[in-house]
């Protein structure tokens, strides 16, 4: 069988982890945590990166520093993740479920301002599959309005818009490093903060609602409670983990460019030949490629294909179900969003397998198989 998911070794994640224990610090924040952090900030040129138990915390993290009061509103792409939408319910926000563009698959910015209200708070977005959003027009539109921008960039780390990385448009950006992501310690996460003001209460809240990290760097001379916040703190065992992974990204990133190219290049006439859609990259854009996707000409011939791929061994899966539909969507008032390109893609999309060190036999497999199938 070809899973549509292995997590990828990058070789010396066991003697970094081994390494981590010999230094008698694996709790959060020790030295591999820090560089990690240093890392990131230095490679995506951003004020500051705190590494969190995953992505789905550190969303809570930016919904906690938004201090959400009753009846806020935060904007989410509707063809999301659950937790891009829980996170900010958890703490009290109104979900406005946003339609997305049929092109990219991202959240349509021209459907935008009509979901604006004068509780609305924030805009939250997702990079679908690692492609960016209309960044300046969606950035323009939460100046004009006073919101704040959340980039959920678990698919899109290293991916660019016009030139700049990914997570660092929003005043807020979350990272997954979760196995099915591009780089992995199994579960992980991280919140990219974009402006200054923001830091030191995120550091708070990630410490449990105490000044611990202003502790440990000498700024105060005890420790105390002071805001809301919860443990969001990774481990240095899965930071060492995360470290050599981290240190070989570009190695990471071009394999899986080249796997995308792959299934691209070799997919083209069979998708012409069956109504097919092939994902589009635009032209501004840098993909960070964290997936491949098929757009199946309706819900019936994809539950077909799946089940032919799946027959001749292939793991190819859906994606994500409409969350205004879902049933905590509709308790939430979901139903009165209008969502069609959502619910049509939702219905017709398809993943094939895509992982690091999928091999060149294993593409040849699957590329066979789909070509060998008329729509
Ligand atoms: C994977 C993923 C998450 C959740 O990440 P965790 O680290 O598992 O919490 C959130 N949003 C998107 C878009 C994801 O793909």
């Known amino acids: 069988m070809i899973p549509f998911n292995r997590p990828c070794w990058v070789g010396n ?5 081994a390494e981590a224990f010999a230094s008698q610090s694996i709790a959060g924040d020790g030295p591999f945590g820090k560089k990690v952090q240093t890392l990131l900030e230095k490679q995506l040129g951003i004020q500051k990166a705190l590494l969190t138990t995953s992505c789905t915390h550190a969303l809570e993290m930016a919904a906690m520093l938004l201090n959400l009061q009753q009846k806020d509103e935060v904007i989410v792409p509707s063809y999301g993740f659950v937790t891009t939408a829980l996170a900010f319910v958890m ?25 604006i209200t004068d509780r609305t708070r924030a805009i939250v977005l997702i990079h679908y599959a690692g492609v960016g959003c209309e960044m300046d027009a969606i950035i323009e539109i ?9 980039e959920d960039n678990a698919h899109g780390l290293y991916g660019k818009y016009r030139e700049k990385y990914l997570g660092t448009f929003g005043i807020l950006a979350t990272q997954s490093f979760h196995e099915t992501k591009n780089i992995t310690c199994g579960e992980g996460g991280a919140l990219l903060i974009n402006e200054t003001s923001y830091v030191e209460r995120a550091e708070i809240i990630r410490e449990k609602g105490t000044n611990r ?22 481990s240095d065992i899965l930071a060492a983990f995360l470290y050599a992974q981290i240190t070989q990204k570009d190695e990471i990133q071009s394999k899986r460019k080249i796997i995308w190219e792959y299934y691209n290049q070799h997919l083209q006439d069979w998708a012409t030949q069956n109504n097919v859609c092939l994902p589009t990259i635009p032209e501004h854009c840098e993909s960070a490629y964290h997936a491949f996707y098929l757009l199946m000409p309706s819900l019936n011939v ?9 027959e001749n061994g292939i793991s190819a899966v ?10 905590m969507g509709r308790k939430l008032g979901g139903e009165q969003y209008y ?13 094939l397998p895509f992982f690091n060190d999928i091999s060149k036999e294993e593409l040849v497999v699957v590329i066979e198989a789909i070509q060998y199938y008329a729509v």
């Not at 994640?13 to 982890?17: N, S, T």
């Not at 994809?302 to 799946?310: A, D, E, G, S």
């Open 302 to 310: 994809r539950t077909h294909f799946i089940k032919y791929l799946k």
């Open 13 to 17: 994640e066991a003697e970094l982890i």
């Open 339 to 351: 969502c069609p390109v959502t619910e049509d893609i939702s219905d017709r999309l398809v993943r």
């Open 142 to 150: 939460a100046k004009q309005h006073n919101l704040v921008v959340i």
């Open 318 to 327: 859906f994606h994500y179900l409409p969350l205004h539909k879902s049933e």
């Open 213 to 234: 990290s202003q502790f440990f760097r000498g700024q105060v001379d005890k420790y105390t409670w002071i805001d809301k916040g919860s443990s969001y703190v990774m």
């Open 91 to 115: 703490h009290g926000a109104k979900p406005v479920f946003a339609d997305i563009r049929p092109d990219t698959l991202n959240i349509d910015e021209t459907k935008l301002e009509q979901l």
